[in-house]
């Protein structure tokens, strides 16, 4: 928490910009009030970026198009229905909103837009009091009717009002929660979390869309595993990611394992520290998978004899589990794929500490891991969770050597871009064939060739053409 003369500081510096110079002026000079609200008042308390500057005014859509125009070099209405124009000024965007004061049906989360004509009456339907202050211009007056200075001070989150009301007004302020937990660190008060546990299928009237930009968010965040852990302890992940409380799996005396629970949190916390150790930014697909890698266990899980607990495939149902999962959360495609296959692909690894792995297989775990490799080298580092330190110490050493032998093969012959020695072309020059299965066939042999041996000479490659060729004849 940063103190609160360097945040007044902070807002007065803000204030003084001339983007927002200019701005406040404007609307004092057409008889209008004008305030800074929500994100960048709370995040210079935490001495975090000031920006997405968000303005709110008692004027109409219409009259700030008015004030705004000459005063920006380009303006948008896009929001103009909800009472949002946006514009930028030099090299400033804002946006200015119209007070509101909605009214929800409590049928969706969509509210019936009513424009207001208080800035309290506003800042009271905001989602938690930190984000329920505003600084008036340009007067450079604080106003706080709800407490968000004391709550940022005792690092709480709690709603302007009854939590009921707030999040029966708007659902997805539960998960706001979860995540604002996540991004800033804060803890969500304890009548807030009661409502939550209470009201968790209230989150069936929010749309998937708008679900998985959530998790996405929150999964972003520096600290996720807060935000989770508040999801599965209040239910709210029963609704939207019901695969992690699952993954709590009953133990007993007689059936041993560890909690596969806690070991996917740890899982997800090593993964984003070695995200940063290893110079990455943060990744959403790394942390996806890290999550969601052993969501396979409890459908493969089999107690066997003597006791011992196996999980068997549980790479393969964990990664159509978490494709379906990631669809339902209108995820894109170019996440949904990547987090899959490395899913699949995770348990690979662990046979390379039992015997030596020839060249070939080497070159197969690049060759099938292929764009996510440097994120299958994450996943499988982060996956190691043991407390034996001479296990965790021997995994560590035996990636270690994987990845050396990785470099120094693509080193020697580009491994990242293997491809047989013969191409199409080649293949149909020297066999006499037309474009057909039988070239696919023939292309896959040379590429097994070519993993098995590393490459080989044009005359070696069409010799082994021919000699498989009519082989197989």
Known sequence: MHNVAAAVARLDALAESPAVARLAQAFADAGHELALVGGPV?????DRPLTDLDFTTDARPDRILEIVKPISDAQWDIGRAFGTIGARIGDQTV????YRSDVYDHETRKPEVAFGDSLEADLERRDFAVNAMALRLPQRQLVDPWGGVDDLLARRLRTPG???V???????RMLRGARFSA???FDVDAEAVAAMERMADRLSIVSAERIGDEITKLLMAPTPVRGIRLLVDTGLAEIVLPEIPALRLEQDEHAHHKDVYEHSLTVLEQAIDLERSRGHRPTLIVRLAALLHDIGKPATRRIEPGGAVSFYHHDVVGAKLAT???RELRLPSD???PVAELIRLHLRFFGYTDAAWTDSAVRRYVRDAGPVLEWLHILVRADVTTRNVRKADRLSFAYDDLEERIAALQEQEQLDAVRPDLDGEQIMRILGIAPGREVGEAYRFLLETRLDEGPLE???AERRLREWWAARA
């Open 42 to 46: 709370r995040d210079a308390f935490l």
């Open 95 to 98: 946006e200015v909103t119209t």
């Open 162 to 164: 009854s939590p009921e």
């Open 166 to 172: 707030s999040f029966g007004d708007d659902p997805l």
């Open 183 to 185: 991004q800033i660190g």
């Open 324 to 326: 379906k999962r990631m």
């Open 335 to 337: 996440v949904i794929k």
């Open 458 to 460: 044009p005359e070696d």
